[in-house]
T-cell receptor, first 111, second 114 residues
């Protein structure tokens, strides 16, 4: 059965203090790995899609990387507005087009 | 591109009542998905449509749940005889047809069953 595990569950950073969020996955044939950001009471906002091991994508202070077993979301010099829950999801080749999400990492960046 | 819209944004109902939610996808998107999210959890897949055809349903989608997309545009999700365990955020997403197309989510409908 496909599984997605995110760690840590919660992370508190000082403004400017870089860190990484982890997403470990087991899937029978990865079609894609997706990162979303979710603010309280809102729907997930798309950040990145990664398709194969070794791939990297960047957007402002965020950089996502992918290996055969896990993905990292690196946050460089975060700002308070980066505070949100970050969700990782996998799409497997043999399970239609459903996204299988982890529970998320709740990030708080303090000034 | 106005994004995915969902109505209502909030719904409070009493146990045993029926409720219906609506989702309007991004206009050129052929696929439409429904997910459910409870507090502290990631979204869980319920069902998806390609145009008007419902192609996949999760085992989470009990007999009390029904979804339609009659003309391949907007979709409705109905919950009959609501239970307190149905309280959750119901999220709709849409995507293009290509296999690895990104799913874009709407703002969700928050359901509270008293």
């Amino acid at each position: 059965e496909d599984q997605v595990t995110q760690s840590p569950e919660a992370l508190r950073l000082q403004e400017g203090e870089s860190s990484s969020l982890n997403c470990s996955y087991t899937v029978s044939g990865l079609r894609g790995l997706f990162w979303y950001r979710q603010d309280p009471g809102k729907g997930p906002e798309f950040l990145f899609t990664l398709y194969s091991a070794g791939e990297e994508k960047e957007k402002e202070r965020l950089k996502a990387t992918l290996t055969k077993k896990e993905s990292f979301l690196h946050i460089t010099a975060p700002k308070p507005e980066d505070s949100a829950t970050y969700l990782c999801a996998v799409q497997a080749r043999n399970s239609g087009y459903a996204l299988n999400f982890g529970k998320g990492t709740s990030l708080l960046v303090t000034p | 591109d106005t994004g995915v819209s969902q109505n209502p944004r909030h719904k409070i109902t009493k146990r045993g009542q029926n409720v219906t939610f609506r989702c309007d996808p991004i206009s050129e998107h052929n696929r439409l998905y429904w997910y459910r999210q409870t507090l502290g959890q990631g979204p869980e897949f319920l069902t998806y449509f390609q145009n008007e055809a419902q192609l996949e349903k999760s085992r989470l989608l009990s007999d009390r749940f029904s979804a339609e997309r009659p003309k391949g545009s907007f979709s409705t999700l109905e919950i009959q005889r609501t239970e307190q365990g149905d309280s959750a955020m119901y999220l709709c997403a849409s995507s293009g047809l290509q296999p690895r197309k990104t799913q874009y989510f709407g703002p969700g409908t928050r359901l509270l069953v008293l």
